[in-house]
């Protein structure tokens, strides 16, 4: 099974709040997260054409910043992925028609706030930071705000988390909008690429067929 075939499987279990397909997180991107008022489930899609190269940091990253953490695999990585993630992390294995669990994701307790508040826009790390009273945050460069993100204790870790919830589920409008005119450029510029590939195939043709024409003037030069 590949990674589209898996996600359409996954997509209807997501009941209540958003899903957003690939969201940057840290230094990966989440295939899919679910996002409700309460919890934000990541989960990595691994198909049987991809690898488990990238599982180690892929964890790390999703283990600073989501509440839950599932990993959906085919039965082809399935005994290879186990040792390698830690007994919170959930798993399904991708059949043909479902996803079956092979163990249920428990409540992840290594969140941090500065990975957490890095998954929103600076200026809305800002706005909540001088929403709570800490004041100098303005001026403060994306490095600065998360520096102070690690060392104060004025800002409890449930607080940041409602914050980055909320903002995400208020930017899916926005986004899936976003989305819909991608596709639509897409859509608009397909029919120019596959004109461009046709007019690439053809072009080494006529230049071999124009070379196979000149080659008798060029004997009877010679001559």
């Not at 930071?129 to 690690?150: D, N, P, T, W, Y």
């Not at 005119?181 to 006529?206: D, F, W």
């Amino acid at each position: 099974m590949n990674d589209p075939e898996i996600r359409a499987l996954l997509y209807p279990l997501l009941t209540g709040g958003i899903y957003v397909d690939e969201l940057p997180t840290g230094t990966t991107r989440a295939d899919v997260v679910h996002i409700t008022d309460d919890f934000m489930h990541g989960y990595e899609v691994k198909g049987d054409g991809d690898t488990l190269q990238r599982v180690s940091n892929q964890l790390r990253c999703y283990a600073e910043v989501y509440d839950f953490v599932t990993f959906i695999v085919t039965e082809k990585h399935l005994l290879k992925l186990l040792p390698l993630l830690p007994e919170w992390v959930g798993v399904l294995v991708a059949c043909e028609t479902e996803l079956r669990p092979y163990r249920a994701a428990r409540y992840n307790a290594t969140v941090a706030p500065a990975p957490l508040a890095a998954l929103l826009l600076l200026d809305e790390v800002k706005q909540f930071l001088l929403a709570r009273g800490l004041r100098g945050v303005s001026q403060l460069r994306r490095a600065e705000v998360h520096q102070l993100l690690r060392t104060t204790h004025a800002i409890p870790l449930s607080s940041l988390a409602r914050h980055v919830r909320e903002r995400l589920i208020l930017r899916m409008p926005q986004r899936l909008l976003d989305r819909a005119e991608r596709k639509l450029e897409r859509q608009r510029l397909a029919p120019l690429r596959q004109k461009r590939k046709r007019s690439q195939a053809v072009t080494p043709g006529r230049r071999k067929a124009a070379g196979k024409k000149r080659k008798p003037a060029a004997k009877k030069a010679k001559k």
